[in-house]
């Protein structure tokens, strides 16, 4: 199976919105923070230093990533990322997860940070695999529905 990681698209917007809800929506639910980011990515994430990729099989989206500019000093947060429920189970998020170190060592970024919940069971799985370390997760956690906060210094 080819996977193509891509750069944000306009043509994408749709698929990176309906990745992700239906991600959330199979997992927890969606917070009000969630819909105005999916809603508008190029006002949040892009607009402000971000970058979304894409994982295509023959031109179609089967997968998403976002990382997020979190602070001024080179901190980038790795999230919204999503794939969509006929394509799991075939390592596409941890190709994207491991395009997103290797873009980000390339582009001198200091420290990837991300946000999830236990309950992910594999997905913190891959985060460990991929050396990310729990680190304290502050009170007013952008998420509710987080409960770990982990980081990588590249």
Do not use: H
């Not at 891509?6 to 927890?28: C, G, M, Q, R, T």
């Not at 990729?53 to 989206?61: C, G, I």
């Not at 799991?88 to 420290?111: A, T, V």
């Amino acid at each position: 199976m080819t996977i193509d990681i891509v750069p944000y698209d306009k043509k994408y917007a749709k698929s990176f919105y309906d990745l992700n809800i239906e991600w959330l929506k199979s997992y927890f639910y969606l917070e009000p923070y969630d819909e105005i980011v999916l809603k508008n990515p190029e006002d949040f994430i892009i607009d402000k230093g971000g970058i979304i990729f894409f994982a295509l099989q023959n031109s179609k989206v089967v997968g998403t990533v976002a990382l997020m500019a979190f602070d001024r000093n080179g901190t980038y947060e790795l999230t919204k990322m999503a794939v969509s429920t006929q394509y799991r189970g075939q390592k596409i998020g941890q190709r994207l997860m491991q395009y997103c170190i290797e873009f980000s060592r390339n582009k001198g970024i200091d420290k990837l940070v991300l946000y999830s919940n236990t309950r992910l069971k594999n997905a913190i799985y891959i985060y460990k695999k991929y050396g990310f370390k729990e680190v304290f997760l502050e009170p007013e956690s952008p998420y509710k529905r987080s409960n770990i906060k982990m980081e990588l210094y590249l």
